[in-house]
């Protein structure tokens, strides 16, 4: 009986973590500083987005490099010459893509 | 005779109307999907009526704060003639680039305006909240004025219906039962022009309701049921310390200015 309740207990507890991780939506947005592409990321509950990596893509979405975002949850890198697209990857349920082309200066 | 003069004054002075005087930070959207270029209409008014504008002097601060650094945006201000429906005064308007995703609070510290016919003083420190992208960073966090209206609602996310509270606070301590007036911007500004538009969006059946007249509790905290889609300004006043100008009295009120929009 115990046992079965540590289990209900743990699986309350993980339905709770994730809803908790289901309450904030990812958020990631780039733009071009004349020739340098900024991107910053982060959740809608104000949680930092510091450390999520983010994967620099070609046109076939294969991995040209991979980033980290910064202590502001921001990273900077060169615009790439060809086609490309950039993914802020938090884990499952919490990526977001961003095509080259849809970023303005 | 004389007693019909007396009765002539004090019918006059009765029926003044009671309209409130708002410090307005306007812009058409606090919430932002793409950044861009904002225009902030700085106007001294009366927004319900869109009635008599009053002529702004130069401000003593103007400055935007973005995860908590401080711009100063006195540079970006530009002296424009706004008009009103029943005149014209000098107001401010300034363009500001914005492009990170977050909170933008913009603040305005006016030179306190001579009311002559009440031979005081009125300085409204104000405060707008926007946002770009839906990413908090910082619209619940006190700026730090004389005197302020701290939002513990998103000023920028309300659903028509939604409740908008706030606290007020006075160097930061939160001031306990102040009077505070709530004035809807019934005749939103023309876009790209510098004026209100004269159709109004909604008739008040009496003066009170033009100036609301709401009440702060014993912790400075007041809520307000917004009943319609639009900008609603709140003004805590005298919620500020300084009280004498120039052997004049002075109020130094706290004004918000949040947006709701309707669900659909």
């Known amino acids: 009986m115990r046992k079965l309740f540590v289990l209900a207990s743990s699986v309350a507890t993980t339905f709770l973590l994730a809803n908790a991780a289901m309450a904030h939506t990812p958020l990631f947005s780039c733009y071009d500083s004349g020739g340098a592409i900024q991107c910053e990321g982060g959740f809608s509950d104000g949680s930092s987005a510091a450390g999520v990596v983010v994967h620099l893509l070609d046109g076939d979405g294969k991995t040209i490099k991979d980033l980290k975002l910064d202590e502001n949850s921001e990273v900077t890198f060169e615009k790439p010459a060809s086609k490309y697209s950039v993914q802020f990857d938090a884990g499952e349920g919490h990526r977001i893509d961003v095509a080259g082309e849809d970023i303005a200066e | 005779m004389i007693r019909i003069v007396i009765a002539a004054a004090l019918v006059l002075t009765m029926s003044a109307p009671a309209w409130a005087h708002f410090q307005m930070i306007y812009t058409p959207e606090a919430a932002m999907t793409d950044g861009g270029e904002v225009d902030l209409k700085l106007v001294f008014t009366h927004p319900f009526e869109a009635g008599h504008t009053m002529d702004m002097a130069k401000p003593q601060q103007f400055f935007m704060v973005q995860k908590g650094k401080k711009t100063n945006l006195m540079d970006k201000l530009k002296e424009i003639t706004w008009t009103s429906l029943t005149n014209s005064g000098a107001a401010y308007e300034a363009k500001v680039a914005v492009r990170k995703m977050g909170d933008y609070t913009f603040c305005l510290v006016p030179e306190p305006y001579l009311e002559k016919e009440e031979n005081a003083y009125i300085q409204q420190i104000t405060k707008v909240v926007l946002n770009n992208k839906g990413l908090p960073t910082g619209w619940d966090a006190p700026v730090g004025l004389p005197a302020e209206i701290v939002p513990l609602d998103k ?79 709140f003004c805590a006043l005298g919620a500020g310390a300084a009280d004498k100008l120039n052997g004049k009295e002075l109020s130094q009120d706290a004004v918000i200015w949040v947006q709701a929009k309707d669900m659909k």
């Open chain 2, 155 to 233: 000023p920028y996310a309300l659903w028509t219906g939604n409740v908008f509270r706030g606290v007020v606070l006075r160097d930061g301590k939160p001031v306990p039962n102040v009077e505070m007036e709530v004035e809807y911007i019934n005749h939103p500004p023309i876009p790209g022009k510098n004026a209100f538009q004269k159709k109004a969006l909604a008739t008040a059946p009496q003066d009170a309701f033009v100036t609301m007249g709401i009440k702060a509790d014993a912790n400075g905290q007041f809520s307000f049921g917004i009943p319609k889609a639009g900008w609603w300004g």
